[in-house]
């Protein structure tokens, strides 16, 4: 349906209302005639609103849309964002997090997904999109009450999500750490300078381990001083997981960082299967030797014994080609600094590519 101004026989203008729906047109309203402007303007929005009331919709005015928009704006008083609560709350619910039932702990979780920043930033991210508001001293407490009161729940919860989701089958699990570094100058009994993955090495720091399943889905936690060797916190994280479900057999799998001697061996004498990555840069002359005689192709393995252990050696282009990459790239920047003089008996130490160097 549409307004249509016909002019009459004698000068006035008839304002009809029109219907085309069957094909053909068809008047099926006159609001009026009228030969006076203002009074056809009258008419004009006479039979638009009967439209409006015949159908039963809603008209926008758009003839001063700039003032319409600044007065929709200016009635604005809050804003909410709600998708990422109405999906990745649905599968917080659905893992089983509920059953932690601080909302505080929701919205911690959903904030770190949807906006990984600090806790200041999350604080003001929760204000602004959800008006909810914490303080900072209240999220530090509620994390020191989620370590010591509900860290347990919360690793059942996701240690039965994993079940359910593998089928019972938690045989395999891979280890991993990482370092966390606090913009502090004293230690305390927990946070220690040590050996910084972040490269922080002069702030004190705590150690994470992580044990996973396939697939990546979080089977346990634990935090460790910050100067502990990572390769001493694997065990402890493995052993107790392995205890407290019950656990006749577990395959562990972790990167070199948690090769050494002592690992293997106790590995051994718990029984355990794992896959460890090696370095050839560790290994004696004479299973280097055997590696480099190889000379496999892209794509290519083959295995080594050693002693009850087997080497299993990979060859890959890419990978080639990167550490090339670096190789060449770490040696043009001694260079440089070289031929700048800046090299002194100080850089001659094992970090990096500062071994290659003598003076």
Known sequence: ???????????????????????????????????????????????????????STLELDFSNEKEQMEVMLNSITELKRVGYDLLLGSIFDKIGFNQIKDELFRDLVIARIAFPKSKLKTKDYLYRFKQVHYDEDQIYRYLDKLHDKQKELAQQISYEHTRKILNQDISVVFYDVTTLYFEIDQEDELRKTGFSKEGKHQNPQIVLGLLVSKHGYPLAYEIFEGNKFEGHTMLPVVDAFKVKYNLDKLIIVADSGLLSRANIDDLQEKSYEFILGA???????????????????????????????????????????????????????????????????????????NKFLKL
């Open 1 to 55: 349906m549409f307004v249509r101004k016909k002019k009459n026989p004698s000068g006035k203008i008839s304002v009809q209302v029109i219907d085309k729906s069957s094909g053909k047109y068809r008047v099926i309203h006159t609001a009026g005639s009228s030969g006076d402007k203002e009074e056809i303007n009258t008419l004009v929005k006479t039979a638009k609103s009967w439209i409006t009331d015949r159908q």
């Open 279 to 353: 370095r050839i840069k560790n290994e004696t002359q004479a299973v280097k030797d055997k590696i480099l005689a190889l000379e496999l192709n892209h794509g290519e393995s083959a295995i080594i014994k050693k002693g009850a252990l087997k080497l299993i050696i990979t060859y890959s282009d890419d990978r080639a080609r990167k550490d090339r990459y670096n190789r060449e790239k770490g040696l043009r920047r001694l260079e440089k600094q070289i031929r700048r003089g800046k090299l002194t008996k100080s850089n001659i130490n094992n970090r990096g590519y």
